[in-house]
């Protein structure tokens, strides 16, 4: 056993990356070090215990291309390991989905190697990212800005993906291959457009090494495996945090703002970051953070923009992110025997007989004496200087003094609705009645209104 194929079995070991019968599947490009994988692997499954097959894309982007897939075709039958392929247009689909071609190759990739390996009951797959590989990944992503899981790099492992020949530079790849007379085809990436990372391996690595550290590679890659098992540990107990610190209602997320008072600045950060990804697909960047940790110190009903229509409010104990609907802004007008949607809700109102009249506590259905009011209604949203005389309380009060008093989120105090009659408020919309309008022994003809949450 040379130094090596000694280096690679230790790195899988250390990190338990292969158990005793598993069937690992190897992404084969064609290229060095997929090649490398597939012999070292070969090689060694006796030792391991392992089943071996392969998988190769034809991404049809070059005329070579076929002539790649017909090389791995044949080195698996050489080396006796299943092989499976499959074509795929990586150009059309990243035109379609408005990426570049390496994100659509990468995005097919990934899915056809989880597909044939569910089809087929391979336990891992295995990817043959290097030391090199990590190394510009990380100054690629410093370059651009970036967290944590950034500057972590390419993970030894995820879920079922394993990347053993990680702990390898390229040259100790390819002076193994030359040593071994092992041939492979042109890699790819190296012919690829991938300009920002031809510029780091080209120029900036090689000057890194030559002026401040000749192992650059290889300091990076325990930097991020350093940070990986930090981040394996943090993710482990993220579940527990997201438990005491968020909740979801209705689609909207809410943070506790006790998190931001009680746990480290890093786990604030992680756990809004994650939670961000989860609940909103937001790829949120530590600006994301500083937004909602910033609402903190702002009036309650404070609102920032994290993209687009997303947006977070500061509640009173809560940060609450949430998708922006756009709610009526204009005035609705409605009539008895109408039903009218407004914002996600259905108002309707209806002529109804005394012995129709269920008063139960429910704030979505009041009924009105059809005499005091007047025939036509309209829907609006509340207004600064808007008062009424809340039904079991004396005197008129601001609705905004009301809705204060009933622990309205800002959100939905921003969007409360109204109903009112000859410039009357009759209903605070699912909330309080008019005690003007109310109904009493004496009343003769009946409105039911009803909120419909839709
Ligand atoms: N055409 C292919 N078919 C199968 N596997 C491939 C193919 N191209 C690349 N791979 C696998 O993906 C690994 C990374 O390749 P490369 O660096 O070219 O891709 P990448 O776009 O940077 O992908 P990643 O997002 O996985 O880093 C290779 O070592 C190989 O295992």
């Known amino acids: 056993m040379n130094s090596t194929e000694q280096k690679v079995i230790r790195f899988i070991q250390t990190h338990s990356l292969i158990n005793y019968g598993d069937k690992i599947l190897i992404a084969l490009s064609g290229g060095p070090d997929s ?250 960047e530590q600006k994301d953070v500083e937004k909602i940790i910033s609402l903190i110190k702002k009036k309650v009903g404070t609102t920032e923009t994290l993209k687009k229509k997303i947006k977070a409010i500061r509640e009173r104990d809560y940060i609450v992110v949430f998708v922006e609907r756009s709610h009526n802004e204009k005035p609705i007008i409605i009539r008895v025997g109408e039903s009218k949607k407004v914002n996600f809700h259905t108002v309707s109102i209806s002529k109804v007989d005394a012995s129709d009249v269920k008063l139960t506590p429910d704030k979505n259905i009041e009924y009105v004496d059809a005499d005091l009011t007047g025939d036509n209604f309209l829907i609006r949203k509340w207004k600064p200087g808007d008062k009424f005389n809340p039904i079991g309380m004396k005197g008129t009060k601001k609705i905004s003094d009301y809705l204060n008093d009933i622990k309205t989120e800002a959100i939905e105090k921003k969007n409360q609705l109204v109903l009112t009659s000859k410039n009357k408020i009759v209903w605070v919309i699912g909330k309080r009645l008019d005690n003007r309008f109310k109904i009493t022994t004496e009343t003769k003809n009946i409105y039911k209104f009803e909120l419909i949450n839709v």
């Not at 379609?96 to 797959?125: F, H, M, P």
């Not at 030391?131 to 790099?153: F, P, Q, R």
């Not at 590679?217 to 940070?227: F, G, K, P, Y």
């Open 35 to 284: 090649v490398f994988l597939l012999h070292f692997l070969k090689k060694f499954s006796p030792k391991f215990g392992i089943e071996l097959a392969a998988f190769h894309l034809n991404h049809s982007l070059r005329k070579s291309a076929d002539k790649e897939q017909k090389f791995c075709k044949q080195l698996c039958e050489e080396l006796s390991i299943p092989f499976h392929s499959s074509k795929a247009d990586v150009k059309s689909y990243a035109k379609k989905n408005k990426i570049s071609v390496e994100e659509a190759g990468r995005i097919i990739r990934y899915n056809l190697l989880n597909d044939c390996a569910e089809k087929n009951y391979y336990t891992k797959i295995t990817t043959a990212h290097n030391a090199d590989d990590n190394a510009e990944t990380v100054l690629l992503n410093i370059s651009k800005g970036t967290g944590i899981k950034g500057i972590a790099g390419i993970p030894v492992f995820r879920e079922n993906i394993i990347r053993p020949i990680l702990c390898l530079s390229k040259s100790e790849i390819i002076s193994y291959l030359k040593e071994k007379k092992i041939k492979y085809v042109i890699d790819e990436s190296n012919l690829s457009e991938k300009y920002e990372r031809n510029f780091l391996r080209l120029k900036i690595i090689p000057q890194l090494e030559e002026k401040i550290n000749p192992a650059f590679v290889n300091s990076v890659l325990s930097t991020s495996i350093n940070l990986q098992s930090f981040i394996n540990y943090f993710e482990k107990n993220l579940s527990e945090l997201k438990k005491k610190y968020s909740e979801e209602v209705n689609g909207k997320l809410k943070i506790k703002i006790s998190l931001f008072k009680n746990e480290e600045k890093f786990f604030q950060s992680g756990l809004v970051i994650n939670l961000l990804s989860e609940k909103f697909n937001l790829k949120s």
